[in-house]
């Protein structure tokens, strides 16, 4: 008996390989659970144990990984024959493989990638050369052979069944992929000096060939099943790439999305990302518009850098960038010089290996230091309320956000106020008052677009806290920092301006926006949902996102990327006039285990009660463990049992219960439980800046642990604590200044 599809799924995933849920009887993404299709893949094993509880009839779709390519063989039109050909000519070749399961004898057989730019055309041309494979077209030949990588098709993976026979895919050799041979990377590889001419629609600019545009040469060496199909689309009709294919997209109603005209498409349905053909309109999207539009939202520029890499030819000729350079920024210096190198030993051994929490407490970690924190959202969700409140508490003014202590620094603090410094300004004075004068003279602010574009000048944000002597920077926002932040090469340079802070002591916080929700995604939940570059989630070690209307009273906080545990979902509430937020109904398993009958439980029943469902995994079963262990480690409960056969987590899980304590409780369990016994309303605690500050010496007076010495129980309630903003903080992008005064840093 085949175990369930969601386990292999789960394995292949440990294996390292990123899957996602494919429709049974299409062979397509399943868009309602990967909007993204192939794009959405992913090891997590939360995310895919999530798609195949919602489809268990899912079949395995496989991203190949970078690096690698799979040959798939159909025998439908010739494939077998034109790979018996190739192995006769010369010799065997042995690496992994699986049969496909419609019983044709077809297979996959996986390679390491070959150097060079891939591309089937020279099979194809050699199949028609040699008289086999099968013609297509009057104008097209086929080898049978088609290239799966990792930006082109997916792999059905083994043991799903295959949709027309339900016979499953079986593994005919499970050992990891070999070298491409020699003999076989040229028949995979572009071979572009026998691309045969056309016309030229911007002769001005160059491309690979001096006489050829960028866009030009990717709309002639690509083909339309290497664009549309990552993202979900199917042929419908012909070969996809010939005029008269047709196409449907994943999310389409219809039977027919797009027609391929003249080498153009042109779009019918309104359910995708391309605009809809007009009756009568002789114009649909070339190769590279289209590429454009669903690789980097339509932005031609950083579709053209990105075709360029890939042509090999960056930077060669001058015309293969379609846009102009990136800002010159005046006064350029180097960066600062790498640290000194260490023995790995002292690296390893001697250095800190803890997590060490900024904002959070024990494994529930919202910003760790030496990784910085990125909040994301939508316009208005409350992302600089929430960092102005952070800023309050990283200044000592405050102890803690949203029930969470936040450390203070002994130093200074930056704040960048690029995205509409009036409209800061207005969040911040909602909670900074007069009596808060000295510890903001604490925090150095550059108002307006920064003195260099951060992309052009990595350096830049290193510097500016040097300069202002902070060990803290605040970014509001990250579209101000750096232009097109949707190119990889502007992302990555991001990502190093933020890793150069990181790794010369500086802890950084940044916000940043989403992309526009489309089709079923209408709340973000996954890194991918950023807006730009998947380089400026990669550098940091946590992300969470506010979701929530513009201006609404409640929003919700979703914790993206982890350096622990992971924290919530939080639902929280703002107070628009106080400019502050609260964390509601967070689960109390103290005040839990004491309103049981017996007063006592283990992880599994805390992990019940936490999440309000009777089936809970061990992600859950961990988290409640760890918030048990806390409450012991206070004294707050003891455990009556060490635990059997599997310890906390097995078959006979720890006890625990409530220590008497006739401070906290009494000897006996009241007879009436209150109507909400299980939660609990976190909230930020204020102090005022006198009372924690040295006058004489002008810095704060700290106690060992870096918290004042004044500082207050951070599980006190406060009915003056801060919640998250109003609807006027609503954030739109501007122009970047080329030269901003730097006087503005004060």
């Known amino acids: 008996m085949i175990e369930p599809l969601i386990d292999y799924a789960l394995d292949y995933a440990q294996q390292g390989l990123e899957v996602f849920p494919v429709d049974p009887e299409t062979k397509a993404p399943i868009g309602a659970l990967a909007h993204k299709g192939m794009k959405d893949a992913t090891t997590e094993q939360t995310v895919i144990a999530a798609w195949w509880e919602a489809r268990p009839d899912a079949l395995i779709g496989c991203r190949i990984p970078e690096g690698q390519v799979v040959l798939d063989i159909d025998p439908r039109h010739g494939g077998d024959t034109v790979w018996q050909a190739l192995l006769d000519a010369n010799g065997s070749l042995t690496s992994r493989c699986h049969y496909s399961g419609r019983g044709d004898g077809g297979f996959h057989i996986w390679l390491k990638a070959p150097d060079g730019r891939l591309n089937i055309k020279p099979l194809n041309d050699w199949a028609q050369a040699n008289g086999c494979g099968q013609a297509i077209t009057d104008t097209k030949h086929t080898a049978g052979i088609d290239l799966l990588h990792h930006g082109h098709r997916y792999s059905i993976l083994p043991p799903s069944p295959h949709p027309e026979t339900g016979d499953p895919y079986t593994w005919a050799n499970e050992a990891e992929p070999v070298a491409c041979p020699d003999w076989l990377a040229p028949y995979i590889t572009a071979q572009l000096e026998t691309v045969a001419p056309f016309e030229l629609a911007h002769p001005s600019r160059q491309g690979p060939n001096p006489d050829v545009s960028i866009a030009d040469w990717f709309s002639a060496n690509s083909y339309w099943n290497d664009i549309l199909e990552p993202y979900g689309w199917r042929s419908v009709t012909g070969n996809g790439d010939d005029d008269g294919s047709t196409w449907k997209h994943p999310n389409a109603t ?159 603090c930056l704040y960048l106020a690029m995205d509409r410094p009036a409209q800061i300004r207005r969040a911040m004075r909602r909670i900074f008052k007069e009596q808060h004068r000295e510890a903001l003279g604490n925090c150095a602010v550059w108002e307006g677009p920064p003195p260099a574009d951060v992309a052009k000048r990595p350096s830049i944000l290193l510097e500016l806290c040097q300069e202002a002597g902070a060990d803290t920077i605040f970014i509001d926002s990250l579209k101000d920092a750096a232009i097109r932040l949707s190119d990889d090469e502007v992302g990555s340079a991001v990502n190093r301006a933020l890793q150069l802070c990181v790794a010369n002591g500086i802890q950084t916080v940044s916000n940043h926006h989403n992309r526009k929700a489309q089709g079923d995604n209408k709340k973000p939940n996954k890194l991918d949902d950023l807006y730009g570059s998947t380089w400026i989630a990669s550098g940091a070690g946590s992300v969470i996102y506010l979701f929530g209307d513009p201006g609404a009273t409640q ?173 006027d903080d609503v954030e739109t992008p501007h122009q970047i200044e080329p030269k901003p005064d730097p006087e503005r840093l004060h």
Not at 302 to 312: L, M
Not at 384 to 409: C, E, F, H, K, W
Not at 654 to 675: H, L
Not at 695 to 714: C, I, L, N, V
Request: proline share 9%.
């Open 254 to 412: 219809a039977a027919i999305s797009a027609t391929i005209k003249h080498g153009c498409l042109f779009v019918y349905s309104p359910n995708t990302p391309f605009d809809v053909t007009e009756d009568g309109d002789p114009h649909g999207y070339t190769r590279f518009r289209a590429y454009a539009t669903l690789e980097h939202s339509g932005d031609l520029r950083a579709a053209a850098r990105a075709a360029a890499i890939a042509s090999g030819q960056q930077h060669q000729t001058p015309g293969t960038d379609l846009s102009p350079p990136l800002p010159t920024s005046p006064g350029e210096v180097e960066e600062p010089e790498p640290r000194k190198l260490k023995q790995c030993d002292q690296f390893v051994l001697d250095d800190r290996a803890t997590i060490e929490p900024i904002w959070g407490e024990d494994e529930d970690i919202l910003w760790a230091a030496g990784e910085g924190l990125i909040i994301a959202g939508g316009i208005g969700a409350g992302k600089t309320t929430l960092m102005t409140q952070l800023l309050s508490a990283r200044l000592g003014i405050t102890t803690s956000v949203l029930g969470y202590p936040v450390t203070p620094t002994d130093t200074k």
């Open 555 to 727: 929003v919700e906080l979703i914790h993206l990327k982890q350096p622990a545990a992971i924290v919530g979902p939080l639902n929280l509430e703002h107070d628009h006039e106080a400019g502050t937020t609260t964390a509601l109904a967070r689960f109390d398993p103290l005040a839990f285990l004491r309103y049981l009958p017996t007063q006592t439980a283990d992880s599994h029943a805390v992990a019940q009660a936490m999440t309000g469902k009777p089936m809970v995994g061990a992600t859950d079963i961990r988290k409640a463990q760890r918030m048990l262990d806390r409450l012991a480690k206070r004294g707050l409960v003891r455990a009556l049992n060490q635990g059997g056969q599997g310890g906390p987590g097995g078959s006979n899980r720890t006890q625990y219960q409530p220590v008497d304590n006739s401070e906290s409780w009494g000897k006996k369990a009241p007879d009436k439980a209150p109507d909400t016994p299980l939660i609990h309303r976190h909230q930020t605690k204020h102090r005022t800046a006198p009372d924690t500050k040295d006058k004489t010496a002008g810095q704060s007076t700290r106690q060992s642990t870096g918290h004042p010495k004044t500082a207050p129980d951070p599980d006190a309630p406060d009915k003056s604590a801060p919640s998250l903003e109003g609807a």
